[in-house]
C-alpha cells in the first residue's frame, strides 16, 4: 500500500528534495561524523522512494501502452486494403 492511496501525501507534493531542505554546504568545524539519522529522514526517504515507484510504474504503463499490438482494424469496422 502506497501513501498516495491513503492519502497521506498531498497530491501537489513531488517527495523530490527542496532546496530549504539542502544542508550539503559544510563548515571547516564540522568536520566531525554526523551520519544519525532521524524519523524525519526516514520518512522523506521513504516518501521518495514510494514517488520514484509511482513514477516507474506510470513510465511502464506509457511504454506498454505504445507497444501495444495495433487494435484488429476488421474489428473496428475499418474495410481491409
Known amino acids: ?20 531542505d539542502d544542508q550539503s554546504v559544510t563548515k571547516l568545524s564540522d568536520m566531525r561524523k554526523s551520519s544519525r539519522l ?5 520518512n522523506r526517504l521513504r516518501i521518495a522512494h514510494d514517488v520514484r515507484k509511482f513514477e516507474h510504474e506510470k513510465k ?3 511504454v506498454a501502452k505504445q507497444y501495444a499490438p495495433a487494435p484488429d482494424m476488421a474489428a473496428a469496422g475499418v474495410p481491409g486494403v
Open 60 to 62: 511502464l504503463k506509457a
Open 38 to 42: 532521524t524519523l524525519a529522514h526516514l
Open 1 to 20: 500500500m502506497h501513501l498516495f492511496e491513503l492519502g497521506l501525501v498531498p497530491t501537489d507534493y513531488t517527495g523530490h528534495q527542496t532546496p530549504k
